[in-house]
């Protein structure tokens, strides 16, 4: 079993920034994807990105340019998602999300960009 915790959502303006974390623990294989996906009211859940243990990330296009993820150096199983220039279209709720073996959810985290 894994537990994941998220933190950092909120309410930010429209160009604003916020950075999410979750942090990752319990069974963890050596290799793991560690991300993020979003939804909003009415929508699927979506890919936002995803980083590898090997540090290789992946982006939805909506995010590239605008979002960076990241893995801890000192502690590979904390990931970060750096959101800048953010949109009102960014609103959902994030959840962060843990493949190794299988799959985990966070509870998720509200992030609203007001226009």
């Known amino acids: 079993q894994v537990q994941l915790v998220e933190s950092g959502g909120g309410l930010v303006q429209t160009g604003g920034s916020l950075r999410l974390s979750c942090a990752a623990s319990?069974?963890?294989?050596?290799?793991?994807?560690m991300g993020w996906y979003r939804q909003s009211p009415g929508k699927q859940r979506e890919l936002v990105a995803t980083i590898t243990t090997g540090d290789i990330a992946n982006y939805a296009d909506s995010g590239k340019g605008r979002f960076t993820i990241s893995r801890d150096n000192a502690n590979k199983n904390m990931v970060y998602l750096q959101m800048n220039s953010l949109k009102p279209e960014d609103t959902a709720v994030y959840y962060c999300?843990?493949?190794?073996?299988?799959?985990?959810w966070g509870q998720g985290t509200q992030v609203t960009v007001s226009s």
């Open positions: 999300y843990f493949f190794g073996g299988s799959r985990y």
């Open positions: 319990g069974t963890i294989f050596s290799f793991n994807v």
